[in-house]
Every structure is written in C-alpha cells, then in structure tokens.
C-alpha cells in the first residue's frame, strides 16, 4: 500500500458516513419498541438519549427503514483503491443489516414468518433439515457407550453427574479456563492494551452464557448458575463468550472498523441480524481453534478435572460421549422449527429435545424458553460455527499451520463479513 494513498483515502469524505449515522439512531430507536433488540452500544450517549425521548411509532421506522435500505443501494462505493474488499464488505453489510433490520420490524408488527423465511431474513441463512432416522444412527452410539439400566437420557444424566462442577469451585475453574483461553489467543492475535472483562454470575435466564460488550474494549460476561455446570462449560464459555469468542470479536471491531476508521455503524449491534450468525459462528468455532481436540483433552485431564474436584473421572470417555452430543446439535434447530411453526408444543418440544437432542428434561425446559424468547436465533450456534469452520478451513488449505489458521480468523473477526460473504 502507497503512503501517499492511505493519506488521501483518509482525508476523502466517507460516503457511508451519514448512512452509518441514520443506521445507528434507527437501530437504538427498534430498541425501544423490542427490549432485546440492541445487543451492544458505545457509540455518542445522546444518540441513544434521544431515541428513549422520540419514542418514535413502528410505522415511521418502517417508513424510514425503507428510505435507508434505498439509500445504501444506490451510494457507490468509493473509487480509491486501497483496501476495497473491506469497503465491498462494509457496503455489503449495510445493506444485508438493513434488509433484517426491515424483517425485524415487521415481525414487531404482526407478520408471521416460518422458521425457515424468518432465519433467511434475519441471519442471512437457512439450516438444514435433519431426518429421525440421521439422529437415530448417533442416538444407537451414544446407547452403546452408555451401557446401565433405564431409559438413554437417564443414563446420560447419571453418567455426567460425575462431571459437575462443585458451586464453590465454579470460579476458580472458569477463571484459570480464561486464563488458558487468553494466553492461546494472545499467542496469536495482538490486542489493544486495557482490554479486559468481569464475570458475573447470575440466575433466571434462558441461556447459560452471556457477553454485553460495554465498549473501550471491556465486556461484561455472565454465567447462568440455574442448571448445574459441566466440567466441558468451563472452556466452552471461556473461549465463546471471551477469548476467542465474543469479547475478542468485538475488541477487534471496535478497534479496526470503529477507531481505525472511523465506521460508527460497529458501535451498534442489533442482535436479530445476520451479523449475530458471524458472533456465535466464531465464537463456537473458536473453541477448537484455541483447543484443537488432542491438546484440549490433555488440558482438562490435567489442569481443569484437578482444579474443579472430578475424581475418578476419565477426561476422554466423557469427550467422547460429548463430541457425539454435539453431533446432535441440529435435532435442537428441529425442535425449534416445529415449534415455531406450529407443529408440535412446548411440552413436545421438550419431550422431542429430551429424546433426540440429548437435553435432561430442566434443560430442555429451558431450551424452549430461549425458543420462545429469541426464535430462530438457535441457529447461529450450530450452522454459524459450520459456515466459519468451511470457511477457515477453505482458507488454511495449502497452509494448516495453527498461526495460518489464528490469522485468517483474526482477519475474519476484524471485518464486516456475514453469511452470504462466507461463501
Ligand atoms: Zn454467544
């Protein structure tokens, strides 16, 4: 890249810059009309202050929703060559946020979507569809490991028990979890100075991790302490919800897009939309990208089971039950599909997760309350973290190095890229 370049293309005017404004204010003032819409905010504290006292009615935000999508369509992109694939990303995601901004709001005012027409228009993507006969060949393995009396999910109860973690042990666990996750991270991937997150540890929710990213590179991450937690969590969470995951992808967004450039569209993060996919997508997928299966049993077989008390545990029989567990992550996405659309209940919908999904009833339970709060959202988890791990690896082809790797997905957290651009 020529100097003399980068100086102009910083001096020209930023031809989104006004759009990236109208896009903020319309996103904080949904807010207001769906309490879970905005996920994070950090940008000027009156622009917020002025959608709480505006208030303005569903029907102008459709109106000016409308006006934006238009408006985003028709800006050119700038001719300056320097760096114009982020500038086709940003143009992109613009108009892809936008497009489910819309959906969003016409869900807010009574149009019914199926699961499938509501996940393309909010998240850019549609899940497979799985068959009982695709889980049932999973299901027979996990009978076969499971020997014991009673039913299948009795057993897999019973055999976890010997992996909770003990409450008062809980935070020893999860922070010596971080440490190891922020240690491999920074390895690799350089970040600003002052980062950091607190953990909290909360009830009543209906999902087991959260990060509410604060800004000046701060998170604050909570634990859902309702259902017990399993020994594999410690490192699920750490890496999703802080390093690789959530936190680091926000750090990076706010320092490359938000301070490097100035595009004050990243200080917002509308949760129902497709930029959720990419959030969960590598931050699931960031878990074996800091833990690559081998070295993540040896991790927890050595540090992770003695810290947390597990004795007479064996750290590659139960990984060995989770990763077929895992395998069944998209009988989760058909149970939310039938539910929303109508096709089973809720009590259904929990006998279905319990059967095929390998869900102990009080999970399952809580499993159909993130349905009913956050709908087709479900599957950002699962598909997202399949598109980012095609993606990466589409990448790492001729290069399957671990820095190979840490550096396409550094460069992945570091854009505006979503689902139809991972393609
Ligand atoms: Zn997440």
């Known amino acids: 890249m020529c100097a003399v370049t980068t100086v102009a293309s910083q001096q020209a005017p930023d031809p989104f810059r006004e759009i990236a404004e109208r896009y903020v204010r319309l996103v904080l003032a949904i807010g207001q009309h769906d309490g879970d819409y905005v996920d994070a905010f950090y940008g000027p504290p009156e622009w917020r202050k002025q959608a709480e006292s505006d208030k303005t009615a569903l029907a102008e935000l459709v109106t000016r929703a409308a006006a934006l999508e238009a408006d985003v369509v028709k800006t050119p992109l700038p001719t300056w060559k320097d760096d114009a694939e982020l500038w086709r ?14 959906a969003r709001l016409s869900m807010l005012q ?13 998240y850019d993507a549609v899940a497979p569809h799985q068959t ?12 076969a490991l499971l020997p014991g009396q009673g039913s299948l999910i009795a057993r897999y109860e019973a055999f976890k028990a010997g992996y909770i973690i003990p409450p008062d042990r809980l935070d020893k666990v999860f922070q010596a ?24 540890y909360v009830t009543g929710k209906s999902w087991s991790g959260y990060n509410w990213y604060q800004g000046g590179y701060k998170s604050l991450i909570q634990v859902n302490t309702d259902l017990p937690i399993y020994i594999d969590r410690a490192l699920d969470l750490a890496c999703h919800e802080g390093y690789p995951g959530h936190h680091v992808y926000n750090v990076l967004l706010e320092r490359t897009l938000v301070r490097d450039r100035g595009w004050i ?15 969960e997508g590598t931050a699931n997928y960031g878990i074996e990208v800091a833990f690559p299966k081998e070295e993540r049993l040896v991790y927890e077989r050595d540090v992770l089971f003695p ?33 929303l659309d ?14 095929f999904a390998m869900m102990p009833r009080a999970r399952a339970e809580q499993r159909v309350k993130f349905f009913d709060q956050y709908r087709s959202y479900v599957i950002n988890y699962n598909l997202g973290k399949d598109l980012v791990k095609t993606f990466i690896e589409r990448r790492t082809r001729n290069d399957g190095t671990p820095r190979k790797k840490w550096t396409e997905f550094a460069a992945l957290l570091s854009s505006p890229r979503l689902p139809s651009g991972l393609k």
């Open 89 to 102: 990303l940003r143009k992109q995601y613009l108009e892809r946020q936008v497009a489910a901004m819309r």
């Open 110 to 122: 009574g149009q019914k979507l199926t699961f499938d027409q509501e996940s393309r228009a909010l």
């Open 132 to 143: 009982d006969a695709q889980f049932g060949a999973i299901i027979a393995k996990l009978d």
């Open 177 to 200: 979890a971080i440490r190891a996750c922020r240690d491999r991270t920074t390895t690799y991937i350089d970040l600003p100075r002052g980062e950091s997150f607190t953990v909290e």
């Open 265 to 279: 569209e990243f200080t917002v993060y509308p949760l129902f939309s497709p930029q959720s996919l990419i959030a």
């Open 307 to 339: 810290l947390a008390g597990i004795k007479g545990g064996n750290a590659k029989e139960y990984y060995q039950v989770m990763e077929l567990v895992d395998q069944l992550s998209y009988a989760g996405n058909e149970a939310a599909r039938r539910y």
């Open 342 to 355: 109508g096709q089973i209940n809720a009590t259904q919908a929990v006998e279905w997760l319990e059967k």
